[in-house]
């Protein structure tokens, strides 16, 4: 008996507790009421956001490729919300007909802000860039169809540069490891 007692105390004191809470005034306690003071950080109408942005244009590129007859999947965002670009679909390799219609959508990316390397900051990866577009100037001058990257492309402009050079034929492998300054097969890495 003296249990259900102390038990109905203390439902009695709790109960109390939570209508006193409830009904308090205190300006210590948070209230739907008075947002007179409270300042909240709104996104700006002209500023959209990146990671939409992003997704956006990368899936116009990807209708537009589909559009010309290249099979891709959809583009994803990873884990740190950076857009990947879309991936040729199972069985389909990159060939002129790929890269004519990469031609013909890469406009879907002006101001794309990146494949969002998670390894590489902005001045790494406009190195890398640098490193590449001096390759490709390097192979062109040795009567190579290299078109040079941008920041947009890098990840297409690589996939076709490796099926551009013949890995087979010493000399394309000597005109590669000369423009890069890199060894096929050894401690440079190359291919």
């Known amino acids: 008996m003296k249990h259900k007692i102390m038990v109905w105390i203390a439902m009695a004191v709790i109960g109390a507790l939570i209508l006193t809470a409830c ?4 300006n210590d306690v948070a209230t739907l009421q008075d947002t007179e003071h409270t300042q909240v950080e709104t996104p700006k109408a002209d500023e959209p956001d990146p990671v939409q942005n992003n997704e956006a244009k990368m899936m116009a590129l990807t209708e537009c490729l589909r559009e010309h007859g290249i099979e891709v999947l959809d583009p994803v965002v990873d884990a740190n919300g950076n857009v990947q670009k ?18 013909a959508c890469e406009h879907h990316l002006e101001g794309f802000t990146g494949w969002g390397k998670k390894d590489t900051d902005a001045s790494e990866q406009a190195e890398q ?3 590449y577009i001096t390759l490709a100037t390097c192979l062109r001058e040795k009567n190579y169809d290299i078109d040079d990257p941008t920041a947009e492309t890098l ?5 076709h540069f490796k099926k ?10 000597a ?17």
């Open 155 to 159: 990840d297409i402009w690589m996939d």
């Open 86 to 103: 879309p991936e040729l679909a199972e069985g389909v390799e990159w060939d002129k007909k790929a890269g004519q219609a990469w031609e």
């Open 175 to 191: 005109d590669y490891e000369e423009c890069s300054g890199e060894t096929v097969g050894g401690k440079g890495g190359g291919k």
């Open 23 to 26: 009904q308090s005034s205190s």
């Open 164 to 173: 551009t050079i013949d890995w087979d034929d010493p000399a394309a492998v």
């Open 129 to 131: 860039l640098d490193r």
